[in-house]
């Protein structure tokens, strides 16, 4: 039998308001995000960050305190409380969604208490470029968690458990600090970004120290077995030492006897082989998201019709390890205003899901921004202030629910021409009116001869999309002439 077409859905954004009510708007859209196709939501990371309510969750304070207790000014957390949080995931798996967590075990912030600790200053752009004499600092490395007071865990974290600080209160100096005395020196890691990219932000765990791996082991068992997530997305796995993950994950899946599907976020848009890389040397324990195919497809959007589409794929994860692929159009991270900015241009997003959502390979994921649309105000690199709108794609539903009923069976690709590419899927028995015809260009309108299967000669295909009013008809050989709109999309099935 067909194993029925998954979607996974990033359920928020960098600028998600931080009202509260992002669990409970979990719990109130699942059946309608289920009978849209998805099958996984990718959820934001649950627990106490430096911020309190304003944390999206990236600057950890404590793994254990999902909004339940009074710590950084807050009970509940930007997306609201442990409670609500449960409750979400629990409707989610009513639907048939499955729930993966955002994993964020990079670093830690917002201290309880300095220690006096001896460092070496090194470079922001060479790691291990060395320079002046070693400094005494007081730095925030003392985690107590006294409202938590012991609940879940007695562990508390200090000097000794991580590697390097950003930050030297009693000099009022930001600089990048490595911690001297427990190994004086950075993981090994198989990025050689900044010369050793270990260092990212905050107070640096060290993964080389026991108590460090065996507390993090304790608290995902923790939290596998309170919460009942099905899986992980790992953040900044490129900070940290290869190894930990492929450690920690085996650990988890035995003592959980889940499976936890994994992605990692190791963003690196322009090397695949640094992918290819982190695949082999941590033993294909997680998939990664497909960050080159994101940057070819904002390419794309930036650059038609001069861009060749027959190029779409160049040096893509999905193209060279599809079963290790989960593709995506855009994310917390690319969107305007943030880090990593390079969103696709909307123009070009019904084009660059029709991509990731109806092709046999990889395993996408879909941005909360382009279901819902969102819009929200922060300053730019240059100082300025941007009101900023993302509405959502047009047309994408359509092409959610073509995943889920038609894009099955077979694939013959059709990628051999400068602006007007597609591919079609044959269908399968056991999926009633499967199979389905995908064209798009991005230039003008575009059209190519393609082999659906002989099993639908003499049927008539229409544009599921809607943006073709045409009919077709296949020949008896299985072919059709199928036709799309410029800088547009269309995917053709049989009329019901």
């Known amino acids: 039998m067909a194993k029925k077409n998954g979607i996974l859905m990033q359920y928020f954004h960098w600028y998600t308001p931080n009202d509260g009510s992002l669990w409970k708007q979990v719990e109130q859209q699942a059946k309608r995000l289920a009978d849209l196709g998805v099958t996984a939501l990718w959820l934001p990371p ?10 999206v969750g990236y600057d950890i304070y404590d793994l254990y305190d999902l909004g339940e207790f ?12 442990r409670e609500e949080y449960q409750a979400a995931i629990e409707e989610a798996h009513k639907h048939g969604i499955n729930i993966y967590a955002d994993i964020v075990l990079n670093h830690k912030a917002g201290a309880d208490e300095t220690e006096h600790i001896q460092c070496q200053r090194v470079g922001w752009d060479d790691r291990n470029h060395e320079h002046g004499e070693p400094v005494w600092i007081d730095a925030w490395t003392k985690f107590d968690f006294p409202g938590r007071n012991g609940k879940y865990s007695t562990f508390k974290w200090n000097q000794q458990h991580f590697d390097g600080v950003d930050w030297a209160h ?3 100096e930001k600089a990048v600090f490595l911690i001297l005395g427990h190994g004086s020196q950075w993981e090994r890691l198989s990025d050689t970004e900044k010369g050793n990219y270990d260092y990212l932000m905050f107070a640096d765990l060290d993964f080389s120290n026991d108590e460090v791996r065996n507390e993090l082991k304790t608290w995902g068992e923790w939290y596998i077995n309170n919460l009942g997530v099905d899986g992980f997305r790992l953040d900044a796995i490129k900070h940290i030492t290869f190894d930990f993950f492929k450690d920690w994950l085996t650990h988890l899946r035995k003592k959980t006897g889940k499976e936890l599907f994994t992605v990692g976020e190791y963003w690196n848009p322009n090397d695949v082989n640094v992918l290819l890389n982190y695949l082999k040397r941590s033993g294909d324990a997680m998939h990664l998201f497909d960050a080159p195919l994101h940057h070819n497809l904002y390419y794309a959007s930036k650059g038609s019709p001069a861009y060749d589409m027959r190029k779409i794929f160049d040096n893509s994860l999905v193209k060279i390890r599809p079963d290790r692929s989960v593709t995506l159009v855009d994310n917390h991270d690319t969107q305007p205003l943030q880090a990593l900015e390079a ?14 959502l109806l092709r046999e390979q990889g395993y996408p994921c879909i941005f909360y921004p382009d279901i819902y649309g969102v819009s929200y105000r922060d300053k730019g690199r240059d100082g300025n202030f941007y009101d900023i709108y993302l509405p959502a794609v047009n047309g994408i539903e359509e092409l959610m629910l073509a995943r889920k009923n038609y894009a099955y069976g077979v694939q013959r690709d059709y990628i051999d021409h400068w602006d007007t590419i597609g591919w079609t899927r044959e269908g399968v028995e056991d999926m009633p009116n499967s199979g389905c015809a995908v064209i798009m260009s991005n230039s003008g309108e575009g059209y190519k001869w393609m ?13 599921f999309t809607g943006n073709r009013s045409g009919k077709i008809e296949i020949n008896s050989d ?5 036709w799309c709109n410029g800088g547009s999309v269309s995917v053709w099935i049989a009329e019901q």
């Not at 649950?46 to 944390?55: D, L, Q, R």
């Not at 969103?343 to 990731?356: H, M, Q, R």
């Not at 082999?451 to 544009?463: R, S």
Request: charged share 20%.
């Open 46 to 55: 649950a627990y106490k960050g430096e911020a309190g309510a304003n944390s």
């Open 170 to 172: 009693n000099l009022q």
């Open 70 to 81: 009074n710590q950084k000014g807050t009970v509940r957390t930007k997306y609201g409380t």
């Open 451 to 463: 082999e659906v299967g002989k099993q639908f000669a003499g049927k008539i295909f229409v544009d």
């Open 343 to 356: 969103p696709v241009e909307n123009w070009f997003k019904p084009l660059a899901y029709a991509i990731i």
């Open 478 to 482: 299985g072919w059709g002439e199928f």
